[in-house]
């Protein structure tokens, strides 16, 4: 029984401090963007993170990936994950509130459930489907008093795209073999997005318009050792030891840190609406997690 489900005490830490950490990059990047041209600043983070997380995986006795089968589901993660979903999700915060790019991300784990199931027979079952409709509409209850007026639709589409890439990237961990430790692969593919961000810095940005603040060179520290490295480890460690419905599931944590963060950090507004939201989104995840999906056929 362990075997097959994992203690849920342990699946739902690592979830908790994974979502935790990550619904604080959209605050911090929405500093980052005030300041920064999106896509160069990230090409920039993910070229430094990967130089960092590369040199410990190193020490760690990790290997280089050898191979185009190693190098495949590393590249496509590299471009899916960075390169267009954070990439998107940097550029769409200079139009958008941060708190509502966290939720817009919170939407993910209904695509990843529907895609495992079309591409991978990746069966979600009657509770699992039940679980991840309650998070999904906790998302749509606290989103809902976030998208009325003043909202700009070109920096929600991006932020929709953004959430549609990180839904590939999450399939192609879970089914990547890439024949070294998940630290290493957290290097490699952080190198592929910096390199994938790089030509599109050049085509659509002015890549001299940084204004360096303390502010700004404390948030990009931030984001690099903690969403960069931490975070991106802690959710590749979670994605190989449940399924992607269970996984992705804590992203519907997203809205009730993410929307925290931005009333902490960036005085964005809080109500006390979003209460009932946070209860389904809460036991959504637990349903989710406590239960286990049919077999595959």
Same mark, same amino acid.
């Given at each position: 029984?362990?075997? $097959?489900?994992?203690?849920?005490?342990?699946?739902?830490?690592?979830? $908790?401090?994974?979502?935790?950490?990550?619904?604080?990059?959209?605050?911090?990047?929405?500093?980052?963007?005030?300041?920064?041209?999106?896509?160069? %600043?990230?090409?920039?983070?993910?070229?430094?993170?990967?130089?960092?997380?590369?040199?410990?995986?190193?020490?760690?006795?990790?290997?280089?990936?050898?191979?185009?089968?190693?190098?495949?589901? %590393?590249?496509?993660?590299?471009?899916?994950?960075?390169?267009?979903?954070?990439?998107?999700?940097?550029?769409?915060?200079?139009? %958008?509130?941060?708190?509502?790019?966290?939720?817009?991300?919170?939407?993910?784990?209904?695509?990843?459930?529907?895609?495992?199931?079309?591409?991978?027979?990746?069966?979600?079952?009657?509770?699992?489907?039940?679980?991840?409709?309650?998070?999904?509409?906790?998302?749509?209850?606290?989103?809902?008093?976030?998208?009325?007026?003043?909202?700009?639709?070109?920096?929600?589409?991006?932020?929709?795209?953004? $959430?549609?890439?990180?839904?590939?990237?999450?399939?192609?961990?879970?089914?990547?073999?890439?024949?070294?430790?998940?630290?290493? $692969?957290?290097?490699?593919?952080?190198?592929?997005?910096?390199?994938?961000? %790089?030509?599109?810095?050049?085509?659509?940005?002015?890549?001299?318009?940084?204004?360096?603040?303390?502010?700004?060179?404390?948030?990009?520290?931030?984001?690099?050792?903690?969403?960069?490295?931490?975070?991106?480890?802690?959710?590749?460690?979670?994605?190989?030891?449940?399924?992607?419905?269970?996984?992705?599931?804590?992203?519907?944590?997203?809205?009730?840190?993410?929307?925290?963060?931005?009333?902490?950090?960036?005085?964005?507004?809080?109500?006390?609406?979003?209460?009932?939201?946070?209860?389904?989104?809460?036991?959504?995840?637990?349903?989710?997690?406590?239960?286990?999906?049919?077999?595959?056929?």
């Amino acid at each position: 029984m362990a075997a $097959v489900q994992p203690a849920l005490w342990l699946t739902v830490l690592i979830g $908790v401090v994974f979502a935790l950490i990550w619904s604080s990059a959209f605050s911090v990047a929405k500093i980052l963007v005030a300041h920064t041209p999106p896509f160069s %600043i990230s090409a920039v983070r993910f070229l430094i993170a990967a130089m960092i997380a590369g040199a410990l995986a190193l020490s760690l006795g990790q290997r280089f990936p050898r191979g185009w089968a190693a190098w495949r589901p %590393i590249i496509l993660l590299g471009l899916c994950q960075n390169t267009f979903y954070l990439g998107l999700f940097f550029t769409a915060m200079t139009t %958008i509130p941060a708190g509502l790019a966290a939720i817009v991300a919170s939407a993910m784990p209904l695509i990843v459930a529907a895609l495992a199931s079309a591409l991978f027979a990746e069966r979600v079952g009657a509770v699992k489907t039940v679980g991840l409709l309650m998070g999904f509409g906790g998302v749509v209850w606290i989103m809902g008093t976030r998208v009325a007026g003043g909202i700009d639709p070109v920096g929600l589409s991006l932020a929709v795209l953004g $959430v549609m890439a990180l839904s590939v990237a999450t399939l192609t961990i879970k089914r990547g073999d890439f024949g070294t430790g998940l630290l290493m $692969v957290v290097a490699c593919q952080m190198l592929v997005g910096g390199l994938g961000c %790089i030509p599109l810095a050049l085509a659509f940005e002015d890549v001299t318009a940084f204004h360096i603040t303390t502010e700004v060179v404390f948030a990009f520290t931030y984001q690099v050792f903690f969403p960069g490295i931490l975070a991106t480890l802690l959710w590749f460690t979670l994605v190989k030891r449940v399924s992607t419905a269970g996984a992705s599931a804590f992203h519907f944590l997203n809205p009730i840190f993410g929307v925290g963060f931005a009333f902490v950090l960036l005085s964005e507004p809080l109500s006390a609406w979003d209460a009932a939201g946070v209860t389904l989104v809460a036991l959504g995840i637990l349903v989710v997690n406590r239960s286990r999906a049919a077999p595959a056929s």
